[in-house]
């Protein structure tokens, strides 16, 4: 019903028509959700009405629906509390969410009433969005409203709001978007010429004019640094397109180039030295003018150099920023210290790329870049070869010789030069390395790493010292030298680095190498006769390391070593040099630290290695193998009292079973994610060209069995059954999880021999876990799913299947081919008298403990059978007051809170700590 436009509507029945509506934001039906949010979005703004605002913000992060987000988020009014909900929906799931999320920050927040962080983040996350309708929207909102109504249609203000020298990255993806939307247009009048005065008055002895610079404030700088770099590839695309192409078409594409090429002649300068001189003036200008100077440089690089004179002026450039010293402060106490990093030339990793890229494309021609800075290097290495340069002079050599060999591609093209890479290494590297001063040493043994990767073969000396930098050295030392062995094992394999240590190491051994050896790097003391990855595998055992590092920095011993095996088992394909069977290892390794509390604070690793268990199961089928062979070695090395003590208090052992139960979740998830399309293609592909061999009517387990759920489900089986049937309390709870995560595995149909194994298996598992009902109900549950599945179930398993299956997971189990393939009942008392006293029950348990497996289950007589209903109900009762009564004894005998495996497990299982 519509009501008139003059009818009056009393207080009253407002009152209760927002009432009603506001019960109708919790209606179980979404459209009807999302009607009343619309309905009382009109009350939102009116101050009087704050409950309905708080209504909306405590709904909103509860609401499941898509669209009744979409419409709280659109109701929602312009303030402070309401922008960090809307902001956090620029993330949501849904596109449609996230669309509405710009759309309100685009209509309802002006430019200024947001901080410059949001402004970056919403940028950022809305131009690299994967939906295109939502990057539309984000980018109607920087045109439309940011650039066009808040700074007035010009691009340079809105970098200044920005903050383009924190956020770099954001002030380009905005100027790209910008240019490929055509919002950006060049007057005719605009270049980087108007910077460049070149005025008469002021005339050289040369006679050639003096220009006068107008320094460029950042967002300037990055506006021309984006406008030229876009005009380039536009001219680069098109005379791809006009050279792919013919006719007409062709000569299209060629005016379109031509047009780009000549605007971007019009907008650089005119000469090299005019560029040259425009930097100086901003390196002269001082450190507020360092982010424009970078971007100027940069620029360099789309000059033309090809006129000797050009080039010579170039050069002359580019030497005097290799020399250029490095710049200090002077504390209170009146120590130097360096500004920046103290190890990228200019204190800065986007300095020295940028000062690189200039100094290649001055010497663009083969061995002329190594040539000018090796002769850079032996002038800068003269006081150091003295030994009277300070530490500042052997800072900047060393910065001055890393940028050579990280840009280096050859040591041939290094050979009778000004210094040669030998007198280099045994000159400056490995003196430098050994520095009393920290700094040095950590700029040295950086060169040292990158060093190495351009010999044929690693050298002896330089191995021994990044090795004792390794152990020996202090933490921010041990950080670089550990970066250095990782890639230079990764770089020749990890056998030509033993070689240079006089290792002489059997190839077939190490390739079927299954453990590691033990090494106490605490305790090393010149002992050279350890294998390179059992040293880099010790390193991550050093407790010592994780607490000495500062939780300010970004980097530690541990999350180097961590990067480096994550990558080497990411991609182990292209490290045949390291042993496939190591694999499992180190996938236990990152595992366990992923989830132990010793290493929470180390954010990057955390980072790390959650980017690499989201990829790694899912790139090949010989990942999840290796999951699978991880699986018992860390959940055996997390649980309390299986391989370490079980001491601690209550608090502490229920939390370490809760991350084990934890890994073992995780490492579920993992076994069972989608392999990526292009690998199961190839999977398919295996398995139609190898079929497998059948013996005695059944075919063996196919090529990818140990990759599959079936392999890990008999490894935990078998892990189960190996326990006696007298057990701790660790082993119990350790049992109990260990079937809550085997009744979650699936069998393929394919595996009809997998499944025949497990049939029988699962008999001996219930019986392990007799005291965990709910465990043995859903284990009973799995064995009847195993017999539907199974295409012959009266059919045994011979010896031979059962061998040549355990064979293949590499499982030594004694198994019995007189098991029942059915889970037998759980033991029932005949007797109908009550249950006995405390002490009687525990003289019960420790006397049923002995009885074995085949005497355990009672024999049931005819008398039993043919009991009436009512005897039946007696007994029933009976058996859940002697269980009951069984199970206080037990808790009685236990230590409070050692069974604890998890929350969510300890909810479904039928003990509770008391």
């Known amino acids: ?266 907008v650089l300068p005119a000469m090299v030295s005019d560029y040259v001189e425009l930097v100086k003036a901003h390196l002269d200008a001082g450190s507020n003018y360092c982010f424009a100077s970078r971007q100027l440089l940069l620029l360099g690089a789309m000059l033309d150099f090809s006129d000797a004179t050009n080039r010579k002026v170039a050069s002359g450039f580019v030497q005097e920023l290799l020399r250029k010293p490095i710049e200090y402060e002077v504390d209170e106490d009146g120590n130097k210290v360096v500004m920046g990093d103290g190890v990228n030339l200019g204190g800065d990793r986007e300095w020295a790329d940028a000062v690189s890229g200039l100094a290649r494309k001055v010497h663009a021609a083969a061995g002329e870049f190594e040539e000018v800075l090796l002769g850079v290097v032996e002038e800068l290495a003269q006081p150091c070869r003295e030994r009277t340069a300070d530490f500042l002079h052997w800072m900047h050599c060393l910065s001055v010789t890393g940028l050579l060999l990280e840009n280096g591609k050859s040591f041939r093209w290094m050979q009778g030069k000004s210094i040669e890479p030998d007198e280099l290494l045994q000159s400056l590297l490995l003196p430098g390395a050994k520095h009393v001063h920290l700094d040095v040493q950590r700029v040295a043994t950086r060169c040292l790493g990158l060093f190495g990767l351009l010999e044929r073969k690693p050298s002896v000396e330089l191995v021994k010292q990044l090795r ?94 961590g990067e480096g095996f994550a990558k080497i088992l990411l991609l182990s394909e292209n490290y045949p040099s390291i042993p496939a069977s190591l694999h499992p290892l180190f996938l236990s390794k990152l595992i366990i630290l992923y989830f132990s509390n010793e290493t929470k604070e180390l954010q990057r690793l955390k980072q790390c290695l959650s980017v690499f268990f989201e990829h790694y199961p899912s790139l090949s089928a010989n990942h999840k193998k290796c999951i699978s062979k991880s699986f018992m070695p860390v959940m055996r090395s997390m649980w309390p009292g299986i391989n370490t003590s079980a001491g601690g208090s209550p608090f502490m052992v229920s939390n370490m079973c809760k991350l084990a139960v934890q890994a073992s979740r995780f490492m579920l998830q993992m076994m069972q994610a989608p392999l990526y399309e292009k690998e199961t293609k190839k999977q398919n592909e295996n398995q139609n060209n190898e079929l497998p061999e059948v013996l005695d009517g059944f075919s063996e387990p196919s090529l990818d ?172 009762l009976t058996k859940m007051t002697a269980n009951r009564a069984v199970r206080i004894s037990e808790e009685d005998d236990e230590e409070q809170g050692s069974a604890v495996i998890s929350q969510e497990d300890s909810d479904e299982s039928d003990q509770s700590d008391e």
């Open 705 to 876: 069995f140990e990759c599959g759920e079936e392999g890990l489900a008999i490894r935990i089986a078998a892990e189960v059954v190996s326990f006696h049937a007298k057990k701790t309390t660790a082993q119990k709870s350790y049992v109990s999880a260990l079937c809550r995560v085997l009744v979650l595995l699936h069998f393929r149909l394919s595996e009809q021999g997998a499944i025949k194994l497990m049939r029988r298996l699962l008999n001996r598992v219930a019986e392990a876990a007799f005291a965990e009902h709910e465990v043995v109900k859903e284990l009973k549950r799995m064995a009847e799913r195993l017999k539907a599945i199974d295409r012959e179930p009266d059919q045994e398993l011979s010896q031979e299947q059962a061998n040549c299956i355990l064979g293949r997971l590499e499982l030594d189990l004694n198994f019995d081919l007189d098991d029942s393939m059915e889970i037998q009942p759980t033991p029932v008392s005949c007797s109908s008298r009550p249950a006995r006293t405390r002490r009687g029950v525990r003289n019960l348990e420790s006397s049923s403990e002995e009885l074995s497996p085949t005497s355990f289950v009672p024999k049931v007589t005819s008398a039993i059978n043919t009991r009436s209903q009512r005897a039946s109900k007696i007994a029933a």
């Open 1 to 266: 019903m519509r009501l008139p436009d003059d009818a009056e509507v009393s207080n009253e029945l407002w009152d209760e028509v927002i009432e009603c509506m506001k019960l109708r934001v919790g209606d179980k039906v979404p459209l009807v959700r999302a009607l009343a949010v619309r309905a009382l979005a009109r009350f939102a703004n009116d101050s009087e009405n704050s409950d309905i605002l708080d209504l909306f913000l405590e709904a909103l992060p509860l609401e499941h629906n898509a669209e009744v987000r979409k419409m709280i988020v659109l109701s929602l009014p312009p303030s402070n509390a309401t922008s960090v909900a809307i902001f956090d929906h620029t993330l949501d799931v849904s596109e449609v969410v996230r669309k509405a999320a710009y759309y309100v920050l685009a209509n309802k927040f002006p430019l200024q009433s947001l901080s410059i962080k949001v402004r970056t983040i919403i940028l950022q996350r809305g131009l690299a969005d994967r939906s295109a309708a939502v990057t539309k929207e984000c980018l109607k909102l920087l045109k439309d409203e940011w650039l066009v109504k808040c700074c007035n249609r010009d691009p340079i203000e809105l970098l200044k709001y920005l903050d383009v020298e924190t956020y770099e990255l954001v002030g380009e993806s905005v100027m790209e978007a910008l240019l490929k939307a055509g919002a950006v247009q060049l007057e005719d009048d605009q270049s980087i010429r108007q910077f460049i005065v070149s005025t008469s008055n002021e005339i050289e002895e040369s006679g050639h004019c003096i220009p006068r610079i107008q320094l460029m404030e950042a967002e300037v700088a990055l506006y021309w640094k984006t406008v030229c770099r876009n005009l380039q590839m536009k001219a680069q695309e098109r005379g791809s397109d006009a050279a792919a192409t013919m006719g007409t078409e062709a000569a299209v594409y060629a005016a379109e180039a031509s047009d780009n090429n000549d605007l971007l002649e019009r």
């Open 468 to 561: 004792f930098c390794f152990i020996k050295g202090p933490s921010s030392i041990s950080i670089v030298a550990c970066e250095a062995l990782i890639d230079i094992g990764m770089w020749h394999g990890p056998q030509e680095v033993d070689r240079a240590m006089g290792l002489k190491l059997s190839s077939l051994l190490h390739e079927n190498k299954l453990t590691f050896s033990p090494v106490n790097l605490c305790d090393m003391n010149e002992d050279w006769n350890v294998e390179l990855l059992d040293l880099l595998y010790a390193g991550l055992n050093v407790n010592d390391w994780i607490k000495s590092v500062d939780m300010d920095e970004n980097a530690s011993v541990q999350a180097i070593l």
